[in-house]
């Protein structure tokens, strides 16, 4: 895949950009080991310091970083600029609690008596060079919120950025730069995907970190392996969204309108599969199929588009692609369906009804703003098709009986379950999941932990 920003909206190539070659890439490693060497000694002051003038200043480009994000990948302005604004966040709070996080623990003295030792402490120490492989979805937030706990515990990064979204990646890494932190810190590698395994297996990389498709984790984890080196894996989901009889309807329609098409749809942790009891189905679905043909199609350039284009046609097509094998097998269209004539690569807000295990949709992750419907018979039927997937990012329940919230947190398979509302990232909660969504987490203390020595430090008597 070519290394170029094309404008989703209308197929025009913007900006192309040549892959880094041996010789460059070698001194961008030697460059992010000598950097490590020294910036692990630095103080969690003066990674904060530098920290929260890179949100400083993220604030300030917040318009221009939107608009590139909206013309590299097709994210509506509006999302777009929200984005910027929760990558800044994410970096204050991480300045403001990484000491607190990475601090010192000093067990309890009748826990290690009978250890030989006068004193034990653990102590949180920095890996090094980290290769992070990010997707283009959230371009922004997805590589701060792995750029901003790292560099906090005392690593650096190398990142792989997707190859759509090119100038994204190089602005994370001006930007970084501009904020003070020294050179080397974080660097953005123009590569093609043929070039991480040696980069990965290369001595001065430590781990990797990556979002995107189970294949691509799947390759990633294989060489990570073989070199006995850490990763975290983030690899997409079809996530459940339950509706039982005691939820408020009205609310839980209306917020699943933009669970699921966050985005344009292409969000790991957008909601795609609606589970509803029958007692309340047919009220669900006409409200949300209601709200679904609502949505402004368009622009993404526009204040007031809801839904922007597919990143890709390569995407588009995959879409198309499960859609029709679901209608061929019997599903009923109840809005969407078909591509709109015109340039860019759109794609409507579709709800599908009458889905069945044997449809692909079933299995497969629908990466776009399409929705299935099942109506279910109880909370047992609701656990068992929310379960069939093989995939455990995180899940939506909407109930307010306290003895089905039990079951469905006890049951659900999966790294998240909210609770009368919508899946959403936040700094302060860890975010990863199960089965073949991936393992590891990300954010919160569990996220800059990933990424660090947990050292036992044992003192004699």
């Avoid at 460059?24 to 910036?39: G, K, Q």
């Avoid at 966040?89 to 250890?115: Q, T």
């Avoid at 588009?305 to 692609?321: F, H, I, K, M, Q």
């Avoid at 999941?433 to 947990?454: D, P, Q």
């Amino acid at each position: 895949m070519a290394i170029a920003t094309v404008n989703p909206a209308n197929g025009e190539t913007i900006k192309t950009y040549d892959a880094l070659g041996e010789e460059e890439i070698e001194r961008r490693l030697a460059t992010a080991d000598s950097a490590f060497r020294t910036y692990r000694t630095t103080s969690f002051d003066e990674r904060a310091r530098l920290l929260r003038r890179a949100a400083e200043l993220l604030d300030e480009d917040a318009e221009d970083i939107a608009y590139v994000m909206t013309t590299e990948m097709g994210k509506p302005i509006r999302q777009a600029r929200a984005e910027a604004a929760k990558c800044a966040k994410a970096m204050r709070w991480y300045a403001d609690h990484a000491a607190r996080l990475l601090a010192d623990e000093e067990p309890a003295e009748s826990d290690v008596e009978d250890s030989g030792a006068s004193r034990v402490l653990v102590r949180y120490r920095p890996l090094g060079p980290v290769l992070a492989v990010m997707p283009w979805n959230f371009p922004f937030w997805q590589v701060v919120r792995f750029a901003a706990p790292a560099l906090m515990a005392g690593n650096v990064g190398l990142l792989k950025h997707a190859s759509n979204v090119p100038q994204t990646a190089l602005y994370l890494e001006d930007l970084f730069h501009r904020a003070g932190f020294p050179e080397g810190c974080f660097q953005t590698l123009l590569i093609g995907s043929g070039a991480v395994e040696d980069i990965l297996r290369d001595p001065r990389v430590k781990a990797a970190t990556l979002t995107g498709s189970e294949p691509a984790g799947r390759a990633v984890a294989s060489v990570a392996g073989d070199e006995v080196k850490k990763t975290v894996l983030e690899l997409g989901g079809s996530d459940p969204y339950v509706v039982m009889p005691s939820a408020d309807v009205d609310r839980a329609a209306k917020t699943a309108v933009t669970a699921r098409v966050q985005n344009t749809g292409q969000s790991c942790i957008a909601a795609k599969r609606f589970i509803v009891h029958t007692d309340v189905f047919d009220a669900f679905a006409e409200r949300f199929t209601e709200g679904m043909k609502t949505l402004k199609v368009g622009d993404p350039l526009e204040e007031d588009t809801d839904v922007g284009p597919l990143s890709s046609e390569r995407g588009r097509e995959d879409l198309e692609a499960l859609v029709g094998d679901a209608v061929e097998s019997g599903a009923t269209v109840l809005c969407g369906g078909e591509r709109p004539d015109g340039p860019g690569w759109y794609y409507p807000p579709t709800v599908l009804a009458d889905v069945t295990p044997g449809m692909r949709i079933h299995h497969e992750e629908a990466f776009g703003p399409v929705a299935t419907l099942y109506r279910v018979a109880d909370l047992n039927e609701a656990v068992a098709i929310a379960n069939d997937t093989p995939f455990g990012l995180s899940s939506n329940v909407w109930t307010r009986d306290g003895a089905e919230v039990d079951r469905f947190v006890r049951d659900l398979e999966a790294g998240g379950v909210y609770i009368n509302g919508m899946t959403a990232s936040h700094p302060a909660l860890p975010f990863g999941g199960a089965k073949r969504s991936g393992y590891g987490r990300e954010l919160s203390g569990h996220g800059i932990r990933e990424f660090c020595n947990i050292t036992t430090v044992w003192h004699g008597a």
